[in-house]
């Protein structure tokens, strides 16, 4: 049996990124592992959920990452949709909506696309 455990994506400025995550969707710092070369800080949430989204910060790396067609995206759900909406359009992270779905997608500092929806939808 196994369990879901966590999602990586790699980030160019790691205190802006953590910054984005904890503003946009309130996800905090877990626990880090510090290297030479990298830094990794997983990001959870203020549920029981035991889902961590890791951030990967290669420190001498300067250029931003080739997404390709960004055709892969991370979902969140929550429980006050419209209260999420009006924030994330305050930020100006919004990047895509689907009103027919009742689903929206902001982009995070590196490009990285995330899905919001409402719980009932999750």
């Not at 790699?10 to 969707?25: C, P, Q, T």
């Not at 009006?86 to 995330?114: R, T």
Request: aromatic letters at 14%.
């Amino acid at each position: 049996m196994f369990r879901f455990a966590h999602n990586n994506i790699n980030v160019l400025d790691l205190k802006r990124s953590m910054d984005f995550y904890e503003k946009a969707l309130g996800l905090k710092e877990v626990r880090r592992i510090e290297n030479a070369d990298f830094t990794i800080v997983y990001l959870g949430d203020s549920y029981q959920s035991h889902h961590l989204l890791e951030l990967t910060w290669l420190k001498d790396r300067k250029e931003p990452y080739n997404l390709g067609d960004n055709e892969f995206h991370l979902a969140f759900t929550t429980e006050d949709y419209d209260s999420a909406h009006e924030k994330h359009k305050q930020m100006g992270c919004i990047c895509y909506e689907n009103q027919a779905m009742g689903i929206y997608f902001i982009v995070d500092p590196d490009g990285y696309w995330l899905e919001v929806l409402p719980e009932r939808m999750g």
